[in-house]
């Protein structure tokens, strides 16, 4: 298929989605068109999720699991149903093996607390990355402290991948868990999580996997990955906002004592003593959130509606277009490996302008309707890595259009040209 091709059979995804987009539609304060390119932040939700939220509140508005009448059962039957459209989502073997959470960074404290307070001792190791989101270190920071187990982090290639030698050089007999994100939201590498698992297992270390910036992108299968936990986040799916949800096998999750207790999670309560509930209920104290929950699963099925295949082939077009233009900015310099070097990288670009501090840069591109990130991204060890206090994103989703970019480098363009010429 020539790029011509490609690119006039890929832009039919992102017309007909955007539609679906209320909030695509709207101009920017300056009367201009809004672009929207932050969302790798946060995702903007469809017509079919606003809708499943509204329906659930104006129908159906009940707890779940308590009660006898027909709102409790079409609650409970909503949001056990959105539990098992998230399990096939990630080919988990059963819908038991998904814990609701508030979001990504609450899945990875409820392994902390559960499975690191319970297994790690004085000299154990959990080796992390420096491209860690801030969810995937101060959790297990806090661990270090409690247990005095020990962390190790893995540095990255001068391309801005994982750097699988020093993988391999800092594994050992003491690491209990290897914790990666799938793909960077700084670097935008995917990481080759094969290799880390095959490495890792090599040590009888279990791995954990946090996939907020990979499960909008690409079809992922736990059971393929060979991993033992994974976190994802519902915001970052075009899901509600406080909705998150962690994966880990059955067998696993039976051993792991409860996160918090309360509500929902128990089987008896006596008054010196209680017995805890069912996978995955053991670990979702209090009264969830539903409404949230069945928004994620709208936004689940919408995903897989359009095709996960689909929307990765559109996005890959859509980088390496705005790769080729932001590469021709004098002085701009992209983190992290290009479409060229790594295929399957994340669809988003984090740059640094000689000179220039990006918050100014996304300041004036603000002025002029265009949305994009500025500051670490919750990755402030990476940026210090890079001798750096922030860095400028830009980040696409399968609504972007190659019209977006152009109109974003060419504002970008004017914006440099504008603080070099008044710094």
Not at 47 to 56: E, G
Not at 87 to 108: D, G, K, L, Y
Not at 161 to 188: M, Q, Y
Request: glycine residues 8%; hydrophobic residues 45%.
């Amino acid at each position: 298929m020539t790029a011509a091709l490609g690119r006039n059979a890929s832009v039919t995804l992102a017309e007909r989605t955007r539609a679906d987009f209320p909030v695509l539609a709207q101009e920017s304060a300056s009367g201009q068109p809004l672009i929207y390119l932050d969302h790798a932040a946060t995702s903007q939700k469809p017509l079919a999720v606003l809708d499943a939220l509204r329906d659930y509140y104006s129908c159906d508005n009940a707890n779940v699991h308590r009660g006898a009448h027909q709102l409790s059962a079409r609650a409970t039957e909503a949001f056990e149903g959105a539990r098992l459209i998230t399990a096939q989502f990630v080919a988990a073997a059963s819908p038991r093996e998904i814990v609701f959470t508030r979001n990504a960074s609450e899945a990875i404290n409820l392994v902390a607390r559960t499975w690191g307070d319970a297994e790690l001792k004085p000299g154990d190791e959990v080796l992390l990355t420096v491209m860690e989101h801030h969810s995937n270190l101060v959790p297990w920071q806090q661990l270090a402290q409690r247990t005095g187990c020990v962390l190790r982090h893995v540095g990255v290639t001068e391309q801005g991948t994982l750097d699988l030698e020093d993988l391999r050089a800092k594994l050992n007999a003491r690491t209990r868990l290897v914790g990666l994100v799938h793909i960077s939201n700084t670097l935008g590498c995917c990481n080759p999580v094969d290799d880390v698992v095959a490495l890792a297992a090599q040590h009888g270390a279990r791995v954990l996997l946090d996939a907020c910036q990979s499960l909008a992108h690409k079809s992922l299968d736990v059971g393929q990955l060979g991993i033992d936990f994974l976190v994802g986040s519902s915001h970052k799916l075009c899901g509600p906002t406080g909705m998150g949800f962690l994966w880990a096998r059955e067998a696993l999750l039976e051993s792991m004592p409860p996160f918090l207790g309360g509500g929902e999670m128990i089987q008896d309560v006596f008054l010196d003593h209680s017995t805890w509930a069912e996978l995955p209920h053991k670990f979702e104290a209090g009264t969830p959130a539903i409404g949230e929950a069945i928004g994620m699963g709208a936004a689940i099925t919408y995903l897989q509606t359009l095709g996960l295949e689909a929307i990765q082939a559109w996005e890959a077009q859509l980088t390496a277009h705005l790769f080729s233009r932001l590469q021709a900015i004098d002085g701009l310099r992209i983190l992290g490996p290009t479409p060229e070097q790594q295929p399957e990288r994340g669809a988003l670009a984090t740059f640094l302008v000689d000179g220039l501090h990006a918050n100014d840069i996304a300041a004036m591109l603000d002025l002029s309707g265009v949305c994009i990130r500025s500051g670490h991204h919750c990755c402030q060890p990476l940026h210090r890595f890079y001798g750096v206090p922030g860095s400028a994103r830009a980040s696409l989703s399968f609504t972007s259009t190659f019209d977006e970019i152009d109109r974003f480098v060419d504002e970008l363009t004017s914006t440099i040209n504008f603080l070099r010429e008044h710094s």
